[in-house]
DNA sequence: CTGAAAGCGCTTACAG
DNA sequence: CTGAAAGCGCTTACAG
């Protein structure tokens, strides 16, 4: 054997100066250094690290000391490699500046980080194409799975990924296909009751401002509102409450402004005695772009016109007229897709639906016209 | 050479049946395939990859056509293994779920997947322990570099790790070491920018809400304060300036809401002469929660009370009260960051300071007490 | 310009 | 139980 720990090429400046030039960053040790300190092979190292209870005792502690005195860490792009999966766990949420997915992005990292994965976010900003993209780059990186809320009804890249054999699970979805595991809460159980929340309080006319209306999740919402019309028409045997559904174009308060500004305004002023007198909103930005331009435009929540919002975020609380709303557990939802991914793929796809609880609190009240 | 392709501890039951049993996942191409298939060698693979100008036209043409063919993509735990970096960024903050982070990461996930890089973002809980952790397992992972908001004063671990070659550049540091990079913006200049509004508005009773005393950002807060009344006594000669400083336990809504509830209440209901009648938050989460629940008391903003925050995160503008607050440009800040970390080591550590600009809304006014 | 070979740092059957 | 060796998929001097 020649010189033969460096690569051939990698031979910089300092190198050719003695072995540990102070202010040369030192290489990091390996597991031939560990090997060498402790006397053993670098098998041996490796089992120690791997598979510590096939290693003798005394070795296993030669071994431990040798690691300990000379910091080593395993190099996890070498694991990754070998292993053909590393520490990363893929996070693909829509949108990282909404606190819904934040709230449960947080809860994920809690989880991960307790069983020493390495939380990798990204959005998706709710696009198929990109969430492909995204996939298959994080297909490449090996990861160790993929929490994903999915923006492609049809979970074609994410099926295809799952079929290479990475663990995916599917976050605030409710239609996953069979094989995948997912979680989410019932949207359309939800959304049913924040309307029977507000027929309750008496209203008889409503406005449901939604989502973009091409969103899995407006969709459900949408089908909650009618799911609870229809039964509360069974149950009265009248036809007594009018609907109005409008759509903003994203789910922010921005476009809550927007739609409050071109649209819900305009049915809020009908003359025809249609005008709402309460308005549920697909999420609670949404409610609070609304609920900023109504007390602009002079109305005052909840007496001239109640609000109830869906997701419950921390703001919602907050808010000057703290928001109604359905409460998602995003918490829960959170945890429990991380530990569902974690928990391995040799049971079969479960999939979970958490129930999303009616919090009242100021902006809906009794109608006044 | 015998059936060497598989190493040896591989063989799965489905591998003993014909090579590409349908069903089974379809083992992605590497390198040799498309070397095979163009007829060169795996070197001049690499070469058309990574230097394209070095290899003969109608070679890479051929390459290049395999590669389409094949759908080759190159494996980047291989690549980062052999290259000694991975296509990952790690990006590290307080808080997941505070806007301002997110909107200054949404920012930066801009500008590097742009860059064909990969965001890893995590919370750091503003914990020097847990900080030190996460760098030390970004080390390992041979990222790209790393974004971070320190907690650490000292900045060991970042300057380790950078020592260590790793790119760093913090992010929301004003007091950063000289060699690392850094983007900020004048915490201090934006502080005093807020007491000056209250200040030309008529109010002489002002409270300052702080986020935790420990935090850099709080301690320039409060010296910007402090200049922003030095200046004024010593221009106006007169000490008629009454300042109460509080601390919230931290720059959360909740936080703000409990200060209000426990502290900023008790001082402006003081029958002494000494209520403020202005509201300064560290930041717009507090201001949120102060709002809250001095609304829920029965005070009414601005007419009774002041109030201005810091940061302006895109729900102030769409609070019932629109929050007059300092702001600070989050998207250029946090695409400023991700840009100089990618620009490369060589010029010397930048340090970016950018102006915090006041944005009057409503929730401020001339006292009426 | 191209090919063959070494090596990144690890893990894992396999033979002793 | 341990050591030696092969190999994960790529990149890069180096010799032709």
Chains 1, 2 share one sequence.
């Not at 720990?5 to 990091?28: C, F, I, L, M, N």
């Not at 599917?170 to 507000?198: C, K, M, Q, T, Y």
């Not at 922010?252 to 005008?275: F, I, K, M, Y």
Request: glycine share 6%.
């Amino acid at each position: 054997m020649t010189p033969p720990r460096r690569t051939p090429e990698g031979t910089s400046p300092q190198d050719a100066t003695t072995a540990s030039s102070p202010s040369v960053p030192r290489k990091a040790p390996g597991v031939k250094d560990v090997a060498a300190l402790a006397g053993v092979s670098v098998g041996s190292v490796s089992n120690v690290i791997n598979r510590r209870d096939s290693v003798r005792p005394d070795v296993r502690e030669r071994v431990e000391a040798a690691i300990a005195q000379l910091g080593y860490k395993p190099n996890p792009t070498a694991q990754a490699l070998r292993r053909g999966t590393s520490p990363l766990v893929g996070v693909a949420v829509f949108d990282l500046t909404n606190p819904f997915f934040m709230e449960a992005a947080a809860a994920m990292e809690r989880v991960l980080s307790r069983e020493g994965y390495i939380m990798t976010l990204s959005s998706t900003h709710a696009s198929v194409q990109e969430e492909r993209e995204l996939l298959e780059a994080l297909g490449r990186q090996a990861v160790r799975g993929v929490l994903l809320t999915p923006a492609d009804c049809t979970h074609e890249a994410a099926t295809r990924l799952a079929a290479e054999g990475t663990p995916v699970v599917l976050f605030d979805a409710a239609n996953a296909p069979e094989g995948i595991p997912s979680v989410s809460i019932d949207d359309r159980a939800g959304a049913a009751l924040a309307i029977e929340h507000l027929l309750a309080l008496g209203h008889r006319r409503i406005c449901f401002l939604n989502g973009p209306a091409d969103m899995r999740q407006s969709a459900q919402r949408l089908a909650g509102v009618e799911d609870a019309l229809a039964h509360w028409q069974q149950l009265t045997g009248a036809d007594n409450v009018r609907l109005t559904v409008l759509n903003a174009t994203a789910y922010t308060a921005q476009a809550g402004h927007c739609a409050a500004e071109n649209s819900v305004s305009q049915a809020l002023q009908a003359t025809d005695g249609t005008a709402p007198t309460a308005i549920f909103c697909a999420n609670d930005l949404l409610a609070m772009g609304v609920m900023s331009y109504l007390r602009v435009s002079g109305w005052t929540i909840p007496t001239d016109v109640s609000v109830i919002g869906f997701d419950d975020i921390p703001l919602a609380a907050q808010m000057p007229v703290p928001l109604t709303t359905i409460r998602q557990p995003m918490d829960e939802l959170g945890t429990a897709a991380a530990e569902l991914l974690l928990s391995g793929t040799d049971t079969p796809a479960r999939h979970l639906t958490f129930n999303p609880v009616l919090t009242i609190r100021e902006s809906t009240a009794h109608p006044t016209r």
